[in-house]
């Protein structure tokens, strides 16, 4: 009789537990992200540059820097956003290579204003910032989002990665 009641006790526990993952998973998950955003970060997104002024020019020099970023090779994923006057350069780091994360970010930071010396850049290598960047860059997809919403989300992660450091 006990061997049977250890079995329905196991069988309680196993469905409890069961249940309780499952609440735990959907819990946590944010449903207010979009698209690309919802994967950024277990997938290679390399999500399109997003610009907030859009000129043939911002988009010419968004696609260049872009593929620039891309061409480190420790570096496997990058969110570009060139706003007026400033570009948010996110990126995701090589696994073996985010012991050198540091150094990687201030080396990016240096190459890209040596190459474009009328641009301020801010270079993160952090999850956060990289979210962000793709959640505004799906946003800008949007042709009902406002300009001046985006305006404010670009200044807000830059701030975030300023106050980051």
Avoid at 17 to 41: F, N, Q, R
Avoid at 60 to 81: C, G, N, P, R, T
Avoid at 89 to 104: N, P
Avoid at 118 to 140: G, P
Wanted: glycine residues 2%; hydrophobic residues 35%.
């Amino acid at each position: 009789r006990s061997e049977k009641m250890k079995n329905q006790w196991s069988r309680k526990v196993a469905l409890l537990t069961l249940v309780l993952s499952i609440v735990i998973t959907t819990g946590c998950m944010d449903t207010e992200k979009k698209g690309e955003a919802k994967m950024a970060l277990l997938k290679t997104t390399n999500p399109h540059p997003a610009v907030l002024n859009e000129t043939k020019e911002e988009f010419a020099f968004s696609e260049v820097v872009h593929k620039y970023v891309l061409s480190f090779d420790d570096i496997y994923d990058a969110a570009i956003i060139v706003g007026e006057k400033r570009v948010l350069v996110a990126y995701k780091v090589k696994h073996m290579k985010r012991f050198r994360m540091k150094k990687i970010e201030k080396d990016l930071q240096k190459k890209l204003e040596k190459k474009y010396p009328d641009r301020k850049f801010t270079v993160s290598s952090d999850y956060k910032i990289f979210l962000e960047a793709v959640e505004l860059n799906e946003d800008l997809k949007d042709p009902n989002y406002s300009r001046k919403k985006a305006k404010k989300q670009f200044k807000k992660i830059i701030k975030l990665e300023k106050e980051k450091t």
